[in-house]
Structures are given as C-alpha cells and as structure tokens.
C-alpha cells in the first residue's frame, strides 16, 4: 500500500505526469509571450489557442467562448459580476443558492451591498434544488441564475438541464460553477443550456492557478479584468502559457476514460460507504444517494469533533478533509451543513474522503478500520479542539 494515502481529491489532485510533460517546453524553450509576433511568441500563441480548442472540445462550446482565467474562484467572480455590470439596466436581481462555494457568493454579498437584490433559492435535505422554485422566484427584473453543476462538501449532484431550459425559456441568463464536476459528469453546455460556466484545472489532475469561463457567444457580457487587450479585450494580463497548455492535456486525459474511471469510483465511493456504516455506529451519510458525485464521500460521526479525526488520520498517513468548519479555521458548522439542516452538534463531527485515481480497495479498508479505531478513543476521551478544514474548497 502506498503512503500517504490521499482522499482529498475534492480539495485539489496531484498533477498527472503527462501533463505536466506536457507543459515543460512552455517554462523553456517556448517561452515568448503569446501576445507578441516573432516565431517564439507565435509558439505560445499556437499553444494556447490549441488548448482553448481542447477545453472548447470537452464543453461542446466553440473556441471564441472559452475564456482562461487564473481558476475557479476567478471565474466564478468574472460570471457574476461581469453578467450585473453588463445587465444592471434591464434588471438587477440575482438567484443563487446557499451552498454555493464562497467563490460565487461573496461576489453575491458585494453586489448585494452595491444595490443588487439577492436571493437565496431553498435546497432540501439532501441539498437539492427544486427547478419549480427557480420558475416561482424569476422576476422580470432577474437577470441571472447561479446554481452550481455539484457541491464541493457534500457531493450533490443539481438538475442543471431543467433550470437551463427553464432559464432559457424565461430569458434569464444562467450560470454554474462546474469546478467539481469536469472529468467527473458530462458537461456539454448546448445540452445543459447554460450561457456560463466556471471550470479550474487543478480538481481534475490539471495545474493550479488556471482555470476557464464558458461565455456562450452572444451573451452581453463585461470584463472583470482591466489592462492589455488579451483574450480578444475580454481579459488583461499576460497569459499563463504553460498552465493552459495543462489545461488543454488534462481536460483531454480526465474525458479518455471518464466513463471507466467513474464507474471505478463510484463501486469504491459505495463500499466505502457501506463499510464506514458497518464499522462504526451513529455514522451519517450527508448528500444525496442517488444524486452524488462519484468520488464523494461525507459523513457526519455523532460525539466526535472531525478535526482532531482529521489530525489522528493524519498521522496514520491518510489525507481528508473535516466538512465542518470554514477555511478560516472557524469552529461554526459549514454553511452547506447549516443549509441542509444537519443539527449544530453533528456538523461538528463532519468528515469528507474524496476518492481518485490513486485509490484502492485495500486503501479504503485501512482508512475504515483507523477511523473506528480513532473514533473510538476519542468518544472515550470526550472533545478536542478543532483546527482549519479544507471541506470548503
Ligand atoms: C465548487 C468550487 N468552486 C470554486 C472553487 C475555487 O476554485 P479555485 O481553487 O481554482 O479558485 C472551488 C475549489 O476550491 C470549488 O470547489
């Protein structure tokens, strides 16, 4: 068995040799700037429009409506403002959800606290959103929806084709946030209808610091980014050549054996599941059954804290993550936790395993019976003290 023994795929992977041969020319030999016009430059230009054509390809979207950007949480910023800047004279209110990552509702509070009005659609306990809700709450004055394609801590799975066609049909420009998703589910934004999608390298074997904005070609749309007129004017700022050609080789790479992959994951994700529900008692499964992200796992042990779980797992050599308290290392309940209802004392035992590439069967085995272990001498000993989690990236 190999050490450690990471299920923290959710949070970020590692990246995969390929791409990473993938990208080395781009810090050496082909180095130019894409925006200048000698042969070195024209390289890096070659490079990155392929690239574009790769993500494009793996979106069903065409070239000219792939934006690169520096991650997900960029992208989800440029989607929300950029869509109000662009439409605040034809309306200015906005629908999102409450477990949406920090990335799509921060921008929702500062827009809320510029004059923008914005609501929150209800989920259910699984942390699902109802598209009868999103018909009842569009308002003439909506001009955007923002549901994420699934939830980065508890795993849900939403129904975006029946809000995108719901959007579609009503005029309402519609957004979501698949960073948790690409190489995971199928995203072809002419199915799903969504006008923009916000994708990062780094959750599917890819780079970190690069990332992608689907703009659907038509859609009014302002940048968020001032300076050189990169990106057709839509984004300044020297671009990250060899993170995009990451990009390009990853996205590729993750949709060769998707299907194969996540059938693989999935049987594991489901044995975990059940072990963890053999080996110890008053263990909860958060999320959905059947709407779930291959890979996710989330559960909540009653009478225990999930950072000093997360600690006593790391010293056993294995990688997850605590769903219950914010990346500030706040000791409150995750904000998707409190959404969904899950009662303030069992948040606190919160603990997500995100499975990838690198996980085995043998692997799971040792995590369930460490954690039984673990589990066990802490409700002997009582509470401990929490540290910082990383369930909300
Ligand atoms: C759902 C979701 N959106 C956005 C982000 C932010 O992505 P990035 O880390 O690339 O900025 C993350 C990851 O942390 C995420 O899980």
């Avoid at 230009?45 to 979207?61: G, K």
């Avoid at 109000?84 to 409450?98: E, V």
């Avoid at 999103?134 to 975006?160: C, F, K, W, Y």
């Avoid at 690198?358 to 929490?386: I, N």
Wanted: glycine share 10%.
């Amino acid at each position: 068995m190999e050490f450690p023994i990471y299920l923290d795929h959710a949070a970020t992977t590692p990246t995969h040799p390929a791409v990473v041969e993938a990208m080395l020319p781009y810090f050496t030999d082909c180095y130019g700037n894409p925006a200048t016009l000698y042969s070195v430059g024209a390289m890096a230009q070659d490079a990155v429009e392929s690239a574009r054509e790769r993500v494009a390809a793996a979106l069903n979207a065409f070239p000219e409506e792939i934006l690169f950007t520096s991650g997900g949480t960029e992208s989800d910023n440029a989607a929300i403002r950029g869509i109000a800047l662009a439409h605040s004279d034809r309306g200015r209110h906005l629908l999102t959800t409450p477990i949406e990552h920090h990335a799509v509702l921060e921008p929702m509070e500062t827009l809320a606290r510029c004059g923008f009005s914005v609501e929150l659609l209800p989920v259910d306990s699984e942390g699902r959103v109802d598209p009868d809700d999103v018909a009842r709450r569009i308002r003439p004055d909506t001009i955007l929806v923002s549901v994420m394609h699934a939830n980065n801590e508890i795993g849900t799975v939403q129904p975006i084709a029946e809000i995108g066609t719901l959007c579609r049909e009503r005029g309402v420009l519609f957004h979501t946030d698949a960073v948790q998703t690409a190489g995971k589910l199928p995203i072809d934004v002419r199915a799903l209808q969504v006008d923009l999608l916000s994708l990062t390298a780094h959750k599917f074997y890819g780079p970190k610091g690069v990332g992608a904005l689907y703009i659907r070609r038509g859609v009014r749309w302002t940048r968020f980014q001032d300076g050189g007129g990169q990106e057709r004017g839509r984004r300044g700022g020297t671009l990250n050549v060899p993170g995009i050609v990451g990009m390009g080789a990853a996205i590729e790479l993750a949709l060769q054996d998707r299907e194969a992959e996540c059938q693989r994951l999935r049987a594991l994700r489901d044995y975990l599941i059940q072990r963890l529900m053999d080996a110890i008692p008053d263990v909860h499964l958060c999320g959905s059954r059947e709407h779930r992200l291959p890979h996710n796992v989330h559960v909540c042990v009653d009478g225990v804290e999930g950072e000093p779980l997360l600690l006593a797992l790391d010293a056993a050599g294995i990688c997850v993550s605590a769903g219950s308290a914010c990346s500030s290392g706040s000791t409150e309940p995750s904000h998707v936790l409190r959404a969904i209802g899950v009662p303030r004392d069992r948040a606190r035992g919160a603990l997500r395993m995100t499975l990838g590439r690198s996980t085995t069967q043998e692997a799971l085995d040792y995590t369930v019976d460490t954690l039984a272990a673990v589990v066990r001498d802490l409700r002997r000993l009582g509470g401990v003290q929490p540290v910082v989690s990383s369930a909300s990236l």
